[in-house]
């Protein structure tokens, strides 16, 4: 999605889409990749389709991701910072007759 710069620091921003059928939309989370560390966001959109997730991240100006870099950097999960997606709904056991 681009690059974040500020002094030395850089970032190269990635955003993740994985539609779910479960809720019948799309899940966005943000990744920020430096020259040794990643970071993400846990998924933090959901809308109906891609383009939506894409708009919605689209508003976000440079000091709200830098705000997402400073939370994740503090975040006690901060040497690898993943978030993993929200677990699936179990399916229902068979009903035995």
């Known amino acids: 999605m681009g ?15 994985e539609p779910d059928a479960a809720v019948g939309g799309v899940r966005g ?9 990643h ?5 933090v959109f959901l809308e109906p389709t891609e383009r939506e997730v894409q708009d919605r ?3 976000f100006s440079a ?6 870099v400073a939370a994740l950097e503090e975040s006690p999960a ?3 910072a ?3 997606p ?3 709904p179990a399916t229902p056991p068979a009903s035995r007759p």
Do not use: C, Q
């Open 29 to 37: 989370r943000v990744h920020f990749v430096g020259a040794d560390r």
């Open 39 to 43: 970071r993400s966001t846990a998924w």
């Open 3 to 17: 690059e974040l710069k500020r002094g030395a620091a850089r970032w190269n921003v990635f955003l993740e889409l």
């Open 82 to 84: 993943s978030v993993a």
């Open 57 to 59: 991240f689209s508003e």
């Open 63 to 68: 000091v709200e991701l830098w705000h997402f």
């Open 86 to 88: 929200p677990p699936r």
């Open 78 to 80: 901060a040497p690898s």
